[in-house]
């Protein structure tokens, strides 16, 4: 679903090609790359769309993102879940425990 624009050759790879695909030799319709960069708008499939073209791709992209996604059954909703809480728990003890511990010996200490 993903466009690719471009090429991917680069200056490393020994193409003469540059890193957007055109290369510096005038094309028959006698403008070059650099005569496009001055302002004239590109036309054709590389063409700036426009936002809402780019919002609804944008959006196409993430719903197709979302289908390729493997969720979970219930059971293993239920154990990822149970395993989250006890860890949190856990946790949570342990830091209780060591903050019970060093308030008990800043007061020993400090009396």
């Given amino acids: 679903m993903t466009e690719t624009t471009g090429s991917t050759a680069t200056p490393e790879s020994g193409n003469p090609e540059?890193?957007?695909g055109a290369a510096e030799t005038t094309p028959a319709g006698g403008e070059s790359r650099r005569d496009r960069k001055r302002?004239?708008?590109?036309s054709?499939?590389?063409a700036k769309k426009g936002v809402f073209a780019r919002l609804a791709l944008?959006?196409?992209?993430?719903?197709a993102e979302l289908r390729k996604v493997v969720w979970p059954s219930r059971n293993e909703l239920v154990n990822y879940t149970t395993v989250v809480v006890v860890f949190v728990?856990?946790?949570m003890a342990f830091v209780a425990g060591l903050d019970y511990?060093?308030?008990k010996?800043?007061?020993?200490i400090f009396g």
């Fill in 105 to 108: 010996l800043s007061l020993w």
């Fill in 101 to 103: 511990g060093f308030s």
């Fill in 58 to 63: 944008f959006y196409r992209q993430i719903i």
């Fill in 44 to 46: 054709g499939k590389r």
């Fill in 89 to 91: 728990v856990v946790v």
């Fill in 39 to 42: 302002g004239e708008k590109k």
């Fill in 18 to 20: 540059g890193a957007d």
